[in-house]
């Protein structure tokens, strides 16, 4: 049954009145109890288990990167909205003293600061690309990642967080490997959000590209068909929310980076993400806010 | 070669990014196999716009309104109309 009605307001309360989240004043992002964490660690692990015949090398990136790969992807070219660039002081003592003076008067700081090398990081698989220079295996590479992002876009509806956990698989090889790689996945990511009592659905997606521009760019991403979602409703039934990512980026990063073939041929990649709170609220508001009250076969596919 | 056309050409030359030069291109030779990525599409979109005073709407924002110059053309000649 679910937990609340299809409403972002109703259900964002639920979970605070449940005690699963709390907030902390901005929207967007908020703290997360230990129901929460562990239902959230739990997903994480059915995931492995569910890639156990990819073999992927595993790691944890922080959520800073330099912000050089936000340049060198073109993320400011498409999504300058979102990001999150880190900035700090530069100045002298004098300068610290007037930086301090304008803050303790209220008034705006922001040009005091000067922006850094490294930047939040928006999407689960940057941090992987600077590190694959260099060739691939013939076979093609596999690699998983548990990483935060960060995307500026405050909003009171809980699905849309500022900062967020995602699951992420990468695989980098023959474009022909990748395409079936990331079909496999489509299947099997959509099948194990079924199989924890979530009615999924995966369709053709697109990015929220910035501007006018930014329209032309998602309709061309959608005609490519290089992005899918699972979605699965949880704010709404009209509109499901994903849970779920599937990029294809042909050659866009391995160009980016000079990652290539033994052959020297062009390698491609593609990437696959589970957004972790998502899932975790998707299966909330579905089975209820007490996980001990959740049917058996779902809480014997978390907790097996 | 029409007004519209040589200007569009010119437009594609700029902004294209494309691999081949945009004067020897036929009218309706595939822009993208020639080398304009999506970005550039929108660069190529953004500056018809500024050239022929126009705004694409929202329904023309794909990919087969860019794909060649005859493409291109009749929909600048769509949005010019009865001028």
């Known amino acids: 049954m679910p937990a609340t009605e299809y409403d972002a307001l109703k259900f964002h309360d639920g979970m605070v009145k449940a005690g699963l989240i709390v907030p902390v004043g901005v929207p967007g992002i908020f703290g997360r109890n230990h129901v929460f964490e562990d239902v959230l660690a739990r997903f994480d692990a059915a995931v492995t288990r569910l890639a156990t015949d990819d073999r992927a090398d595993f790691f944890v990136f922080p959520p800073t990167i330099e912000r050089r790969i936000l340049e060198k992807v073109g993320y400011m070219d498409s999504f300058p909205q979102l990001a999150g660039t880190v900035h700090s002081f530069f100045g002298k003592e004098l300068d610290a003293r007037k930086l301090s003076e304008r803050i303790h008067a209220g008034g705006a700081w922001g040009d005091a600061m000067a922006i850094t090398d490294v930047s939040l990081n928006p999407a689960a698989c940057y941090p992987l690309y600077p590190t694959l220079p260099g060739t691939v295996p013939s076979g093609g590479r596999v690699v998983t990642m548990l990483n935060w992002v960060f995307r500026h876009e405050p909003s009171p509806e809980p699905t849309r967080m500022q900062a967020f956990r995602v699951r992420e698989y990468v695989a980098c090889g023959p474009p022909e490997m990748v395409i079936r790689w990331r079909d496999t996945w489509l299947e099997r990511g959509k099948h194990l959000l079924e199989s924890l009592g979530l009615p999924a659905k995966a369709d053709v997606a697109s990015d929220p590209f910035f501007g006018k521009g930014g329209k032309m760019l998602a309709a061309s991403q959608r005609e490519l068909k290089l992005k899918f979602e699972v979605l699965v409703p949880v704010i709404s039934r009209e509109n499901p929310t994903a849970c779920c990512s599937f990029n294809y980026h042909e050659a866009k990063f391995t160009d980016a980076f000079g990652i290539a073939l033994p052959d020297g041929e062009t390698a491609h990649t593609a990437c696959l993400g589970f957004g972790l709170e998502r899932c975790v609220m998707a299966l909330f508001q579905e089975h209820g806010f007490d996980p001990g009250t959740w049917p058996g076969a779902v809480r014997e596919k978390l907790w097996p | ?83």
């Open chain 2, 1 to 83: 070669m029409s007004e519209n056309a040589t200007k569009i050409r010119n437009i594609l030359k700029e902004h294209g990014r494309l691999t081949k030069d945009a004067s020897a291109l036929g009218e309706r030779d595939d822009l993208y196999q020639a080398g304009m990525t999506s970005h550039a599409s929108v660069n190529v979109m953004l500056a018809l716009e500024g050239e022929f005073d126009v705004e694409f709407p929202d329904h023309m924002l794909k990919r087969s309104v860019f794909e060649s110059i005859a493409a291109i053309t009749s929909a600048i000649d769509e949005l010019t109309q009865g001028r």
